[in-house]
T-cell receptor, first 113, second 116 residues
């Protein structure tokens, strides 16, 4: 079983709409949780980094939330744009594995006009 | 542009061969990380070097090895290549030596390796 699971696997939304991507993790304890955006064929770009004590963090139209009790995080995208089409990857820093980063499989988002 | 450079961009080779991928970190970053991303899999952490020394090891095969040189650039060597090694290989760099710290990892554009 993956230690970091993301849902949905893929998502199609209309330009201008909002959407929320989910990340559930079993890694415990952990020190931080990150969301990355990866355009097709390119390297991931960091969107947000949250420590276990933070509940929310924003980066422009991207807002990440974290519930360490339920081990869930979400990434909310507001007023989507065509350029938001990408894979969004949830990453947890796993103290139990020597602080290595454990990556989710990602959610593929397609924004259409 | 993340400031991390990787060469070559594309590499096509045959099974059984050996290749070397190169990464130059951002100026001032001491850590270099290598990742593999196959078509049907997410990013897999391979190995991390910090200031010339191996710091952490992930799912790196024995056929693969890496090193970081005094000028902080890093090379990933892949030998006895198999079809399943075809993937995107990313290098990332950060200032921090530990992955659990909240410093950002900056990813390079990747090297696409195709093994025929």
């Amino acid at each position: 079983k993956n230690q970091v699971e993301q849902s949905p696997q893929s998502l199609i939304i209309l330009e201008g709409k909002n959407c929320t991507l989910q990340c559930n993790y079993t890694v415990s304890p952990f020190s931080n949780l990150r969301w990355y955006k990866q355009d097709t064929g390119r390297g991931p770009v960091s969107l947000t980094i949250m420590t276990f004590s933070e509940n929310t963090k924003s980066n422009g139209r991207y807002t990440a939330t974290l519930d360490a009790d339920t081990k869930q995080s979400s990434l909310h995208i507001t007023a989507s744009q065509l350029s938001d089409s990408a894979s969004y990857i949830c990453v947890v820093s796993a103290l139990q594995y020597g602080n290595k980063l454990v990556f989710g499989a990602g959610t593929i988002l397609r924004v259409k006009s | 542009d993340s400031g991390v450079t990787q060469t070559p961009k594309h590499l096509i080779t045959a099974t059984g061969q050996r290749v070397t991928l190169r990464c130059s970190p951002r100026s001032g970053d001491l850590s270099v990380y290598w990742y593999q991303q196959s078509l049907d899999q997410g990013l897999q952490f391979l190995i991390q070097y910090y200031n010339g020394e191996e710091r952490a090891k992930g799912n790196i095969l024995e056929r693969f090895s890496a090193q970081q040189f005094p000028d902080l650039h890093s090379e990933l060597n892949l030998s006895s290549l198999e079809l399943g090694d075809s993937a995107l290989y990313f290098c990332a760099s950060s200032v921090a030596g530990r992955q659990d710290l909240t410093g950002t990892q900056y990813f390079g554009p990747g090297t696409r390796l195709t093994v025929l």
